[in-house]
């Protein structure tokens, strides 16, 4: 069954830093998708980033990259140069082929400190 | 603009009271799909549908219904609101083409008090 692990329940950095959001995932699938969202305080859920489990490289989108490591079972989103609009929390989760769901993992919520 | 509207974004009912949160997509999506956040885990899915008249259920799906009549519509009803259900809950679509590649579009969320 898949499932995603976020062990960061809240983190807090400085501006300008950059800053990593740990996710890992468990399926026996070989084919799988992993997407990153942002949820800010209005609530919304805002599309970051997708990863495909065939990409043989890390996805990048502006200042956001996905480190992916396949054999690790990891998808660990990278924010670089944070800054106080990325405040938020942050779910990865995890779509396999032929499943009818994305399954999300517990969140991360992220302070960005002035 | 391609998106997806879900109403009311907040609602306060009592115990028993049926309702409903409707959800409409204009981006001729195949598969739709409800999902419930509470804090501590994340977002769970209530039901989902593969197209018109096609439903099933989810991880949650108790105390819920759903129907799908229309390609771009998909309301969630509560026939009888427990304060359990008390929850943030988002609709949310994709097209099925290559599946697991296909990220989901989601509602502005609707909040929901059961007294």
């Known amino acids: 069954a898949q499932k995603i692990t976020q062990t960061q329940p809240g983190m807090f950095v400085q501006e300008k830093e950059a800053v990593t959001l740990d996710c890992t995932y468990d399926t026996s699938d070989q084919s799988y998708g992993l997407f990153w969202y942002k949820q800010p305080s209005s609530g919304e859920m805002i599309f970051l980033i997708y990863?495909?489990?065939?990409?043989?490289q890390n996805a990048t989108e502006g200042r956001y990259s996905l480190n992916f490591q396949k054999a690790r079972k990891s998808a660990n989103l990278v924010i670089s140069a944070s800054q106080l609009g990325d405040s938020a929390m942050y779910f990865c989760?995890?779509?396999?082929?032929?499943?009818?769901?994305?399954?999300f993992g517990q969140g991360t919520r992220l302070t960005i400190n002035p | 603009e391609a998106q997806v509207t879900q109403n009311p974004r907040y609602l306060i009912t009592v115990t028993g009271k049926k309702l409903t949160v409707t959800c409409s997509q204009n981006m001729n999506h195949e598969y739709m799909s409800w999902y419930r956040q509470d804090p501590g885990l994340g977002l769970r899915q209530i039901y989902y549908s593969m197209n018109v008249e096609v439903t099933d259920k989810g991880d949650v799906p108790e105390g819920y219904k759903v129907s799908r009549k229309e390609k771009r519509n998909f309301p969630l009803i509560l026939e009888s609101p427990s304060p359990n259900q008390t929850s943030l809950y988002f609709c949310?679509?994709?097209?099925?083409?290559?599946?697991?590649?296909?990220?989901?579009?989601f509602g502005s969320g609707t909040q929901l008090s059961v007294l």
């Open positions: 949310a679509s994709s097209h099925l083409t290559g599946v697991f590649r296909e990220k989901l579009f």
């Open positions: 989760a995890m779509r396999e082929e032929g499943a009818q769901k994305l399954v």
């Open positions: 990863q495909g489990s065939y990409d043989e």
